[in-house]
């Protein structure tokens, strides 16, 4: 009896623990509140596409080639950290977004969170920007945005460059995603895993390569974590998995036929090697480069050496990724 009386008593202090939760969280996250903690704050700048208030980062020359920069699932535009002025000063105009849903851009609960529908976002920017035809720059799920924009409006992509691109569903498999796509159980998980600075630290540390794991400082975690908080952003997460329908970029990759370069870490565990390799055969005239010792984030982990490769690419260097 006693027993019974125990557990009853725990399952009703976590049931009101996860209730708090949820009702103190934050609906969403706001550029002005944590500008003064942001990175290249200086440089952002929102415009409305489609009726969503959707934030950028910009910089270089208005003149110069442009290159779109694409981040991927739960992430924003902080993995291009390191990367947007870099490229900026390689000789770019440099684009980087923040998809729907995500960082601080626009959370509209009815929106629909899918591959084409991000595509379509990206192309409304370039409208709205004044941009014809742009490099894109695609990781992880943003790569797979960006082989969708190859797809559907291939007319105004110059070339492609995908990081550890996703092109089918099974990242979707794994169990705690899968858990996390089931009705109300996602809703009651998201809160409480992205909300937990330590589930953050320790999915980063998966993502880094071993060898980098020293490169995720306190500054670093929080700025991954700083718009996984909000309420709306878990609504865009869990909306996003479930209408995660990736498998025509592997079906339809041979109508892509932009130059392409494919960048993979080595120890990528998020979107494994293999899969690299499946694109690169099946992308005609594609171009594979592996870095070492890196996982699914070279931008992050391996900056100025991607900066490099990339800048080398879109000026047409044929020596810059053998």
């Known amino acids: 009896m006693k027993k019974r009386y125990?557990?009853?008593g725990m399952t009703a202090v976590a049931g009101g623990a996860l209730a708090l939760k949820l009702l103190t969280r934050p609906q969403d996250v706001e550029w002005g509140e944590h500008r003064e903690r942001?990175?290249?704050a200086e440089r952002s700048r929102f415009v409305e596409i489609e009726g969503v208030r959707v934030h950028?980062?910009?910089?270089?020359?208005?003149?110069?080639?442009?290159?779109?920069?694409?981040?991927?699932?739960?992430?924003?535009?902080?993995?291009?950290?390191?990367?947007?002025?870099?490229?900026?000063e390689a000789g770019f105009r440099v684009v980087a977004p923040d998809l729907v849903g995500f960082g601080f851009s626009g959370k509209p609960g009815g929106a629909e969170y899918t591959f084409e529908a991000q595509a379509r976002l990206i192309v409304g920017l370039m409208d709205a920007l004044g941009i014809g035809r742009a490099t894109l720059v695609g990781s992880s799920y943003g790569g797979a945005v960006a082989a969708v924009c190859a797809l559907d409006y291939a007319e105004r992509v110059e070339?492609?460059?995908?990081?550890?691109?996703?092109?089918?569903?099974?990242?979707?498999?794994?169990?705690?995603?899968?858990?996390?796509?089931?009705?109300v159980m996602g809703e009651l998980l998201a809160p409480v895993l992205l909300d937990a600075r330590r589930f953050v630290k320790n999915h980063l540390r998966k993502t880094y390569?071993?060898?980098n794991g020293h490169m995720l400082d306190n500054t670093r975690i929080t700025a991954h974590q700083r718009p996984l908080r909000a309420a709306a952003t878990h609504r865009a997460i869990l909306r996003t998995l479930r209408r995660w329908r990736a498998t025509r970029i592997e079906r339809e990759a041979a109508r892509i036929t932009q130059p392409t370069l494919l960048v993979w870490g080595?120890?990528?565990?998020?979107?494994?090697?293999?899969?690299?390799?499946?694109?690169?055969?099946?992308?005609?005239?594609?171009?594979?480069?592996?870095?070492?010792n890196c996982g699914h984030l070279p931008q992050e982990e391996r900056p100025q050496e991607f900066v490099a490769l990339v800048?080398?690419?879109?000026?047409g260097e044929e020596t810059a990724a053998a």
């Open 266 to 292: 080595a120890h990528d565990r998020d979107v494994p090697l293999r899969h690299g390799r499946r694109l690169h055969e099946l992308l005609a005239g594609s171009r594979l480069f592996v870095f070492p």
């Open 209 to 211: 390569a071993a060898e």
């Open 311 to 315: 800048a080398g690419f879109c000026r």
């Open 6 to 8: 125990w557990i009853g």
């Open 56 to 88: 950028y980062q910009e910089a270089g020359e208005r003149s110069a080639p442009v290159m779109l920069l694409i981040h991927g699932f739960c992430a924003s535009n902080f993995v291009w950290n390191d990367a947007l002025v870099p490229l900026a």
């Open 159 to 183: 070339r492609l460059v995908l990081v550890g691109a996703v092109s089918n569903d099974e990242i979707t498999r794994r169990p705690l995603l899968r858990l996390a796509a089931t009705p």
């Open 38 to 40: 942001l990175h290249h």
